[in-house]
């Protein structure tokens, strides 16, 4: 992979320069049923959570089998007969992961032998003081063999004096930090553990008399099982052929739901704390039409994540919605050698222009949020060399200006061009007509009146949890 590293991934370029999601994770215990093939199932309808790996862990038989590789879904559990077996249960992964850091050891669920048996392990988020923990660990003979904070978490349990798993959980659970979302399976149950802040999503829903646990509801969806309530901040929840059992794995703290899941990460079919993801889009454009007029011909959005607040931008402001953007769905993974020209096509392959739509117009384009600003710019030259005669680019979050610790892989503070430029100086590098960000008091009012308790670290560096030495310098 080394000379990749001079490269560009085709597929990743949009992503790039949005907020990166780190992964997707399900858990079902349901002895005596197609366990795998739900866990496929709800696996596939998490794929948009991470593209790089997917992996899967069966109980069967009072034992735990690994199978995971590299790509979707669909191409790692291709004519895998694994999927027809009957288990008691299974906990599955799909991650996300940039080109540098994707051998498959780094890949999920974990799977590993210890005192008590074997135990797997997934988990979507980041644990702020693995690193420290790690070191302890590493000082004490353990060794580990992947760089995913993960593994400590599999470390602490294993290292544990307790005579349950979920004991072992607890102990562990109160000593790491961050934004997680965990599942656990072993021979006879399986565990699910949410951060003490709730900042990454997971979900309890019931299938028959069977109980599932996954990242967004669209998963539960996805194999009829119906949507029972969140896991709180700082749950445990115990699933075995006793049924369901909660308890507390770390003390709840400043509940701070990931505002990105709503603005951009999760499907739009999907609900958090009883409201559907696409309707919270909508209204963050109606709101964002309100607090920006500017004289236009139609309304259009960067797919997918922002079609929802394009089509209530267009709905407040009165003007037409249009597909003024098509995106290729379909590109694999290939590597490019990275330069302007290679950029723009790798964005011209992605997102193409329907000329005959925005030729001649002024055009709005809705877009979630700017990292970098890269993808952007490029969007806007495409809009402007199909005829576009002006773009006004409006944004659905207040400007990304402070690294996100949880889980988000954004990018450092430096590469953030909110965090180095004013508005008026981002408009000029994007080279839009204009530009306006949804007002951060706006975004806040949203979520409080749908009760919606939000994390907003990344627009004013409140960060809910944090390391003492995590000092992230403001302004
Ligand atoms: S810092 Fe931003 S991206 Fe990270 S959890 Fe908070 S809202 Fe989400």
Redesign the pocket.
């Known amino acids: 992979m080394d000379n990749e590293k001079q490269l560009i991934d085709l597929r990743n370029e949009q992503e790039v320069d949005h907020?990166e999601e780190a992964c997707g994770i399900f858990g079902i215990w349901a002895p005596g049923t197609t366990v795998a093939l739900h866990t496929y199932f709800a696996l596939v309808s998490l794929q948009h959570r991470g593209q790089e790996s997917a992996g899967m862990v069966l109980a069967q038989d009072k034992s735990l089998s690994l199978h995971k590789g590299q790509g979707l879904v669909t191409d790692v559990f291709q004519n895998s007969s694994l999927l027809h077996e009957i288990g008691q249960g299974a906990i599955g992964h799909v991650r996300y992961t940039s080109y540098k850091k994707s051998p498959l050891e780094n890949s999920q669920p974990l799977l590993l032998q210890y005192k008590m048996g074997q135990l797997a392990l997934a988990h979507n988020g980041n644990l702020i003081n693995a690193e420290q923990l790690r070191r302890d660990l590493e000082a004490r003979g353990s060794i580990f063999q992947s760089d995913i904070d993960l593994e400590v978490m599999a470390h602490l349990i294993s290292r544990s004096n307790f005579e349950t798993v979920e004991t072992a959980v607890t102990e562990a659970a109160q000593r790491v930090q961050g934004?997680y979302a965990m599942v656990f399976l072993t021979q006879d149950k399986l565990l699910a553990i949410r951060d003490p802040n709730g900042?990454?999503p997971l979900c309890l829903g019931k299938i028959d008399q069977h109980y599932v646990v996954a990242s967004e509801s669209c998963a539960l969806d996805a194999i009829n099982a119906q949507f029972i309530r969140e896991i709180r901040p700082g749950e445990g929840v115990i699933i075995d052929d006793k049924g369901l059992r909660s308890f507390q794995a770390a003390p709840a703290g400043r509940h701070?739901f990931?505002?990105?899941?709503f603005i951009y990460f999760a499907r739009p079919d999907s609900n958090f704390y009883d409201h559907n993801v696409h309707a919270i889009r909508r209204v963050l454009g109606k709101k964002l039409a309100e607090e920006s007029h500017v004289e236009a011909d139609l309304v259009i959005g960067v797919p997918d994540s922002s079609i929802s607040a394009a089509i209530g931008y267009a709905e407040a402001c009165d003007l037409p919605y249009e597909m003024g953007l098509i995106k290729n769905r379909y590109l694999g993974r290939t590597f490019i050698k990275p330069s302007p020209e290679a950029r723009t096509t790798a964005v011209r392959m992605k997102l193409n222009p329907i000329e005959h739509i925005v030729q001649g117009k002024r055009v709005i384009l809705v877009d979630d949020s700017i990292v970098r600003g890269t993808t952007t710019k490029h969007i806007i030259r495409l809009l402007k060399e199909v005829g576009a005669k002006e773009v006004h680019v409006r944004i659905t979050s207040p400007p990304?200006s402070?690294?996100?610790?949880?889980?988000?892989d954004?990018a450092t503070r430096g590469e953030l061009i909110a965090a180095n430029n004013s508005i008026e100086e981002i408009r000029q590098t994007i080279q839009a007509d204009s530009l306006h960000y949804l007002k951060q008091e706006t975004l806040e009012d949203i979520f409080k009146k749908n009760n919606i308790p939000?994390?907003?670290?990344?627009?004013d560096a409140d960060?809910?949890v944090r390391l003492p030495e995590l000092t992230i310098e403001k302004g």
């Open positions: 907020p934004g900042l990454r701070s990931c505002a990105f899941e990304y402070f690294p996100c610790p949880y889980g988000i954004t939000i994390c907003s670290a990344c627009f960060y809910p």
